[in-house]
């Protein structure tokens, strides 16, 4: 049997034991180098950009400003090797979080700016059928909710503890506004993974690899809020998935 029928083979064997074992997953973490000096090493999504960062010791976490310092070197460092990647740059004003906040009237939640009751009880009780005899006001339900529950995936987004990080990067620092997320082009081919991901499973790979934490379940709360910022942030973009 020739050597090229002996590969044919090996592809056709290894296609069908991808079939069986389809729900089988590869390690996801990046195989980084250890530190010779015994600290800590971060490193990008990409598997290839990564730093030692002197100081740090297995189990600590960095502050926030020096946590975005090192993730700032990161991307730096990625932009040089990557220089016709088109990586989008954050809005300004909500990057920074200088857009002012909006006026509330009294009984108005922070949140949502949706009315309170007497008493600390909601107001916010629905009155029509869901799926057709709805009124104004439900619609206004749904739309508090529906910022309130983004509001809260935004605070995990920026905060490392939250999304349970250990080294103190948190997924702002390297999408500050959920910037080059794309969640328009899910479900995708993606090769960290080896097989076609939803918006969800990109979100677990970050937060194994660059904010080294565990994954979050599906139906966490803390990953259904950061998916549901992250496409708060895209409103109004076509979708088109399956694009790189």
Not at 112 to 131: F, I, L, M
Not at 152 to 170: L, N, P, R
Request: charged content about 20%; some cysteine.
């Amino acid at each position: 049997m020739t050597k090229t029928t002996w590969k044919v083979l090996g592809l056709i064997a290894a296609a069908g034991a991808g079939t069986a074992a389809a729900s089988a997953l590869p390690d996801r973490r990046h195989p980084f180098p250890d530190s010779r000096n015994g600290n800590v090493v971060v490193g990008l999504c990409d598997g290839q950009t990564w730093m030692e960062v002197p100081g740090l010791a297995p189990g600590q976490a960095l502050g926030r400003p020096q946590a975005q310092r090192v993730a700032d070197t990161l991307m730096n460092e990625w932009r040089r090797k990557n220089p016709g990647a088109g990586w989008e740059e954050p809005l300004l004003a909500r990057a920074s979080g200088t857009q002012p906040a909006p006026a509330r009237g009294e009984g108005e939640t922070a949140a949502s700016g949706a009315r309170q009751a007497p008493g600390g009880k909601s107001a916010n009780v629905q009155s029509g059928h869901t799926y057709g005899n709805f009124s104004a006001r439900d619609q206004q339900i749904w739309a508090a909710s529906t910022q309130q529950f983004v509001d809260y995936g935004k605070k995990v987004f920026h905060d490392a503890q939250a999304v349970g990080g250990t080294v103190g990067i948190s997924c702002d620092m390297c999408h500050p506004d959920g910037v080059n997320t794309h969640p328009e082009t899910y479900p995708k081919y993606q090769v960290q993974l080896g097989r076609v991901a939803l918006l969800r499973d990109m979100i677990n790979w970050c937060i194994e690899n660059p904010v080294r934490g565990k994954p979050l379940a599906d139906d966490s709360d803390q990953i259904r809020g950061i998916e549901a910022y992250i496409l708060a942030q895209r409103k109004g973009v076509a979708l088109d998935y399956g694009k790189h």
